[in-house]
C-alpha cells in the first residue's frame, strides 16, 4: 500500500511544454506506485497578481482588480486552449476557470464593498481570492490526467487541510486534518482516484478559508503525507535539487546530492526559496523522505532529504542569505522588552513570528538582529521597520533603539560546532567585509554572519567559493 505525494511547483504547471513533462511523471509513477497523490501550486506569478487584486480591492479600486482578473481569465483560458485536450474536456476546464475567476471578482467585490460600510477587516475574503490560484491549477492538471485515461479528480484542500485563524500563514491541525482525510480522500484511493489537491489553501474549523504562508504547497505536500503514511514525497521544480545557493543568483550554484532534515529546516528557515520551513517538521516526525527534483531532468535524483543525510562528512554545503532587520542602542541589560515589542509588532503585522535572533552586547552597546521569515511575504520588512519607528521605546531605561536593515548571511552544513579546522578555514577565507555579528545556531549546522545588506554579496560569493574549492 505504498503512497507517493508529487507536489508540482508554479514553474511546473505554467507551459504546455513543462505541463507535458509533467503529464508524463504522474503517467510513470502511476505504473509504479499503489496510491499516488499530486498537490499542486498556482501557475508561477498568479499568486503575485491575486494579492495584488486583493490589497486593490481593499481599497476599493474595482478598476484595478477587474484588469488583474481579466489577465489572469487570459492567462488560463490561453493554457487551456493550447494543451492537448478533447473538446468535452476543454469546454468544462473553460467553464471552471470562468466560473472560479467569477467568484473571484465577486470576492473582491464584497472585499471593495465592506470597505466602505464598515471598518472591519475581512481577512477570509481576503483569503479566497488569494487561494484561486491553486484551484484553477488544480483544474487544468486534473483535465490533462483525464485526457489520459487517469481518473483525475481536483481537490479544493479547504473541505481537507484544517488549519488555525492565522490568516495568511496558517498552520495545520494535523488530527483534524487526518480525520478528514480518512472520511474524504481514502475512499478515493481504493478506488484508484489520482486526487490533483492544491497546495497553499486551508480552512479553520469554523470554515473559513486561509493560506499556509508563501510557498505553502510544500506544506501541504508534507502534511498530506503526514496523513496518509506516505513512503516519500517527491516535490519537482524547475531546478535541479537543493542547490549551494540561489542558481538565480549565482550561476555558478550546483545541486547538494543529500542533505539531512536539520540542514534542510536551517535551509528553509534561512531564506533558500526552495521549500516551506514549516514542511520539514511533519515529515521527519515520521521519518518520511523527501526528493527535490527537476521536471526537466526526470532521470535525475535530485536531492535526497531523510534523517541521515551524511552523518559522517563534515562539511559546509550551502549558503543564503535573508533580509533582517538590525536594531542597536546605546545601553546595556536585558534584551526581552525590545525583542518581545518586535515580535508583537510583526506578528500584528503579518501574522509571523521572528524566531530568529542573533543578539550581542559589550560594555555599553546593545545589537539585536531579527531575521524576517520568507514566508512572512517580501514587504514584512518593510511593515515591520515602519511599525517599529513609531513604537520604539525611547525612555531612560530602555534606551533609545534604532533600526536599520541587515543582511543575514547563513553558511549552513554538518557538524559545524566541531572546530576541526573547517570553520576556521571558513573564516579565513572571507576578506575585507564589515561583520555585524556572528552566530553559531544550536542545531549545530549554521554559521550566521549579520552585515550590512551592501556587502552581502560578496561575503555570500566569498562562502560560495569556499563550498566549490573544499569538495
Ligand atoms: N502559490 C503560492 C505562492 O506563490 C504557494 C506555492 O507556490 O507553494 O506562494
Ligand atoms: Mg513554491
Same mark, same amino acid.
Request: proline share 4%; aromatic share 4%; charged share 25%.
Given at each position: 500500500?505504498?503512497?507517493?505525494?508529487?507536489?508540482?511547483?508554479?514553474?511546473?504547471?505554467?507551459?504546455?511544454?513543462?505541463?507535458?513533462?509533467?503529464?508524463?511523471?504522474?503517467?510513470?509513477?502511476?505504473?509504479?506506485?499503489?496510491?499516488?497523490?499530486?498537490?499542486?501550486?498556482?501557475?508561477?506569478?498568479?499568486?503575485?497578481?491575486?494579492?495584488?487584486?486583493?490589497?486593490?480591492?481593499?481599497?476599493? *479600486?474595482?478598476?484595478? $482588480?477587474?484588469?488583474? #482578473?481579466?489577465?489572469?481569465?487570459?492567462?488560463?483560458?490561453?493554457?487551456?486552449?493550447?494543451?492537448?485536450?478533447?473538446?468535452?474536456?476543454?469546454?468544462?476546464?473553460?467553464?471552471?476557470? &470562468?466560473?472560479?475567476?467569477?467568484?473571484?471578482?465577486?470576492? =473582491?467585490?464584497?472585499? #471593495?464593498?465592506?470597505?466602505?460600510?464598515?471598518?472591519?477587516?475581512?481577512?477570509?475574503? $481576503?483569503?479566497?481570492? +488569494?487561494?484561486?490560484?491553486?484551484?484553477?491549477?488544480?483544474?487544468?492538471?486534473?483535465?490533462?490526467?483525464?485526457?489520459?485515461?487517469?481518473?483525475?479528480?481536483?481537490?479544493? #484542500?479547504?473541505?481537507?487541510?484544517?488549519?488555525?485563524?492565522?490568516?495568511?500563514?496558517?498552520?495545520?491541525?494535523?488530527?483534524?486534518?487526518?480525520?478528514?482525510?480518512?472520511?474524504?480522500?481514502?475512499?478515493?484511493?481504493?478506488?484508484?482516484?489520482?486526487?490533483?489537491?492544491?497546495?497553499?489553501?486551508?480552512?479553520? +474549523?469554523?470554515?473559513?478559508?486561509?493560506?499556509?504562508?508563501?510557498?505553502?504547497?510544500? $506544506?501541504?505536500?508534507?502534511?498530506?503525507?503526514?496523513?496518509?503514511?506516505?513512503?516519500? !514525497?517527491?516535490?519537482?521544480?524547475?531546478?535541479?535539487?537543493?542547490?549551494?545557493? &540561489?542558481?538565480?543568483? !549565482?550561476?555558478?550554484?550546483?545541486?547538494?546530492?543529500?542533505?539531512?532534515?536539520?540542514?534542510?529546516?536551517?535551509?528553509? $528557515?534561512?531564506?533558500?526559496? +526552495?521549500?516551506?520551513?514549516?514542511?520539514?517538521?511533519?515529515?521527519?516526525?515520521?521519518?518520511?523522505?523527501?526528493?527535490?527534483?527537476?521536471?526537466?531532468?526526470?532521470?535525475?535524483?535530485?536531492?535526497?532529504?531523510?534523517?541521515?543525510?551524511?552523518?559522517?562528512?563534515?562539511?559546509?554545503?550551502?549558503?543564503?542569505?535573508?533580509?533582517?532587520?538590525?536594531?542597536?542602542?546605546?545601553?546595556?541589560?536585558?534584551?526581552?522588552?525590545?525583542?518581545?515589542?518586535?515580535?508583537?509588532?510583526?506578528?500584528?503585522?503579518?501574522?509571523?513570528?521572528?524566531?530568529?535572533?542573533?543578539?550581542?552586547?559589550?560594555?555599553?552597546?546593545?545589537?539585536? =538582529?531579527?531575521?524576517?521569515?520568507?514566508?512572512?511575504?517580501?514587504?514584512?520588512?518593510?511593515?515591520?521597520?515602519?511599525?517599529?519607528?513609531?513604537?520604539?521605546?525611547?525612555?531612560?531605561?530602555?534606551?533609545?533603539?534604532?533600526?536599520?536593515?541587515?543582511?543575514?548571511?547563513? #553558511?549552513?552544513?554538518?557538524?559545524?560546532?566541531?572546530? *576541526?579546522?573547517?570553520?576556521?578555514?571558513?573564516?579565513?577565507?572571507?576578506?575585507?567585509?564589515?561583520?555585524?555579528?556572528?552566530?553559531?545556531?544550536?542545531?549545530?549546522?549554521?554559521?550566521?554572519?549579520?552585515?550590512?545588506?551592501?556587502?552581502?554579496?560578496?561575503?555570500?560569493?566569498?562562502?560560495?567559493?569556499?563550498?566549490?574549492?573544499?569538495?
Amino acid at each position: 500500500m505504498d503512497t507517493l505525494i508529487m507536489k508540482f511547483g508554479g514553474s511546473t504547471v505554467g507551459t504546455t511544454s513543462a505541463l507535458t513533462q509533467v503529464l508524463s511523471i504522474i503517467l510513470e509513477e502511476h505504473e509504479r506506485w499503489k496510491r499516488l497523490l499530486v498537490v499542486v501550486s498556482a501557475l508561477e506569478g498568479v499568486t503575485d497578481a491575486l494579492i495584488e487584486a486583493a490589497r486593490l480591492a481593499q481599497l476599493g *479600486n474595482r478598476r484595478g $482588480y477587474r484588469r488583474i #482578473a481579466a489577465t489572469l481569465r487570459t492567462r488560463h483560458m490561453a493554457l487551456a486552449e493550447n494543451l492537448p485536450l478533447g473538446a468535452t474536456e476543454r469546454a468544462v476546464l473553460q467553464a471552471d476557470i &470562468d466560473r472560479l475567476l467569477f467568484d473571484m471578482l465577486d470576492t =473582491c467585490q464584497a472585499l #471593495a464593498d465592506r470597505r466602505l460600510n464598515e471598518d472591519y477587516e475581512h481577512p477570509e475574503h $481576503y483569503e479566497a481570492i +488569494v487561494g484561486v490560484g491553486e484551484r484553477l491549477s488544480a483544474r487544468i492538471v486534473a483535465a490533462l490526467l483525464r485526457q489520459n485515461d487517469l481518473r483525475g479528480v481536483a481537490i479544493d #484542500a479547504t473541505d481537507l487541510i484544517v488549519t488555525d485563524n492565522v490568516y495568511g500563514n496558517a498552520t495545520v491541525n494535523i488530527p483534524l486534518t487526518r480525520e478528514r482525510i480518512l472520511a474524504h480522500l481514502q475512499p478515493m484511493l481504493d478506488r484508484q482516484i489520482t486526487p490533483v489537491i492544491t497546495g497553499f489553501i486551508g480552512s479553520t +474549523v469554523g470554515g473559513h478559508p486561509t493560506t499556509l504562508g508563501r510557498g505553502g504547497s510544500d $506544506y501541504t505536500a508534507s502534511v498530506l503525507a503526514a496523513c496518509t503514511n506516505a513512503k516519500e !514525497v517527491w516535490v519537482w521544480t524547475d531546478v535541479d535539487g537543493m542547490m549551494t545557493t &540561489d542558481p538565480r543568483e !549565482v550561476a555558478e550554484a550546483r545541486k547538494i546530492p543529500s542533505l539531512s532534515y536539520d540542514e534542510v529546516a536551517e535551509l528553509a $528557515y534561512f531564506g533558500a526559496r +526552495v521549500l516551506h520551513p514549516r514542511m520539514v517538521g511533519p515529515l521527519r516526525e515520521r521519518d518520511i523522505p523527501l526528493r527535490v527534483r527537476n521536471v526537466f531532468k526526470p532521470r535525475e535524483q535530485g536531492t535526497l532529504i531523510n534523517r541521515e543525510g551524511e552523518r559522517d562528512r563534515v562539511a559546509v554545503k550551502a549558503v543564503t542569505s535573508i533580509a533582517g532587520l538590525g536594531l542597536s542602542a546605546r545601553r546595556r541589560g536585558p534584551l526581552a522588552g525590545i525583542t518581545r515589542l518586535v515580535d508583537d509588532i510583526l506578528f500584528r503585522t503579518t501574522g509571523s513570528h521572528t524566531e530568529v535572533m542573533i543578539s550581542s552586547q559589550t560594555s555599553g552597546e546593545s545589537f539585536v =538582529c531579527f531575521v524576517i521569515p520568507t514566508t512572512a511575504g517580501p514587504d514584512a520588512l518593510h511593515t515591520l521597520r515602519q511599525a517599529l519607528e513609531d513604537e520604539l521605546p525611547e525612555t531612560p531605561e530602555a534606551g533609545v533603539w534604532t533600526a536599520r536593515p541587515v543582511t543575514v548571511v547563513t #553558511a549552513i552544513g554538518n557538524r559545524l560546532d566541531q572546530l *576541526n579546522g573547517l570553520t576556521a578555514r571558513l573564516f579565513a577565507s572571507l576578506n575585507d567585509i564589515r561583520i555585524l555579528a556572528v552566530a553559531q545556531g544550536p542545531s549545530n549546522c549554521t554559521l550566521s554572519f549579520v552585515t550590512e545588506p551592501g556587502d552581502a554579496e560578496k561575503l555570500l560569493l566569498q562562502i560560495h567559493n569556499f563550498i566549490l574549492n573544499s569538495d
